[in-house]
C-alpha cells in the first residue's frame, strides 16, 4: 500500500514564526503535492513538486515556499505564518506526473496559528 | 473554464437506503476521474479511477460509473461505516492538473 506520512497532525505556532511541514511518501513516487483545505472552499493546490529539487505554484502559493531535497521527502514552509493560514494542509504523492494518475493523500496536518 | 460539481452538498439516508452521489464535470480532454472518502479530520483515501464513459468500477456497497459529463457514486445498502465526506476530482482542462469538487457528506443512521 502507497504511504505518504506527514510529521505532525496538530501544530500550534505563534503569529510570524516560521513553520515547517513535513513530508515522506514511501513509494518511489516522482510526484510530490501540498494542498490546503477549508471549509466551503475544497482542497486547493499550494505547491507540486515533479521531481528532486523541481517545484512548481499552485493556485495558491503566496506566503508559502517548498523544499525537496530528496525524493521521497517533500516540505512546506511558512516564512511567517499569519492567522489566515489555519487550515487542515494535506501532502500528496503520485507517480510520474499525468492528471491520469492516482494521487494518495497522507492524514493531513492541522495547524492553528495564533 | 473547468469545474467540477458535487450534488447534494449533504445527504442523510437510513441504514439499508440506496443513493447516488453526483459529480458533473466540465473539462476538455479529461485525463481520469477520481473519487475519494474523507473521515473527519483524516486526508482523503483513495477509492476508484475512472478513466473513460461507461466504465464502472466496484468495490464493496459503492460502484462508480462515469458519463462524459457526470459521474456517479452509487451505495447499495448502506451501513453507518459508510458516513464520510466523498470527493470527486478531475484530472485535465486547460491546466493538466486535478479539481477536486467540494464533496458530499454522507451520514447513514442505524
Known amino acids: 500500500d502507497v504511504k505518504v506520512t506527514q510529521s505532525s497532525r496538530y501544530l500550534v505556532k505563534r503569529t510570524g514564526e516560521k513553520v515547517f511541514l513535513e513530508c515522506v511518501q514511501d513509494?518511489?513516487?516522482?510526484?510530490m503535492f501540498w494542498y490546503r483545505q477549508d471549509p466551503g472552499l475544497g482542497l486547493r493546490l499550494i505547491y507540486f513538486?515533479?521531481?528532486?529539487?523541481?517545484?512548481e505554484k499552485g493556485d495558491i502559493p503566496e506566503g508559502y515556499s517548498v523544499s525537496r531535497e530528496k525524493k521521497e521527502r517533500f516540505s512546506l514552509i511558512l516564512e511567517s505564518a499569519s492567522t489566515n493560514q489555519t487550515s487542515m494542509y494535506l501532502c500528496?504523492?503520485?507517480?510520474?506526473?499525468?492528471?491520469?494518475?492516482?494521487?494518495?493523500f497522507g492524514e493531513g496536518s492541522w495547524l492553528t496559528v495564533v | 473554464e473547468d469545474q467540477v460539481t458535487q450534488s447534494p452538498e449533504a445527504l442523510r439516508l437510513q441504514e439499508g437506503e440506496s443513493s447516488s452521489l453526483n459529480c458533473s464535470y466540465t473539462?476538455?480532454?479529461?485525463?481520469?476521474l477520481f473519487w475519494y472518502r474523507q473521515d473527519p479530520g483524516k486526508g482523503p483515501e483513495f477509492l476508484f479511477t475512472?478513466?473513460?464513459a461507461g466504465e464502472e468500477k466496484e468495490k464493496e456497497r459503492l460502484k462508480a460509473t462515469l458519463t462524459k459529463k457526470e459521474s456517479f457514486l452509487h451505495i447499495t445498502a448502506p451501513k453507518p461505516e459508510d458516513s464520510a465526506t466523498y470527493l470527486c476530482?478531475?484530472?485535465?482542462?486547460?491546466?493538466?492538473?486535478?479539481?477536486f469538487g467540494t464533496g458530499t457528506l454522507l451520514a447513514v443512521q442505524p
Open positions: 476530482a478531475v484530472g485535465g482542462g486547460a491546466t493538466n492538473k486535478l479539481i
Open positions: 513509494m518511489d513516487h516522482e510526484n
Open positions: 475512472l478513466y473513460s
Open positions: 513538486s515533479y521531481d528532486v529539487k523541481m517545484k
Open positions: 473539462v476538455s480532454g479529461l485525463r481520469g
Open positions: 500528496a504523492s503520485s507517480s510520474p506526473y499525468r492528471a491520469g494518475n492516482t494521487i494518495y
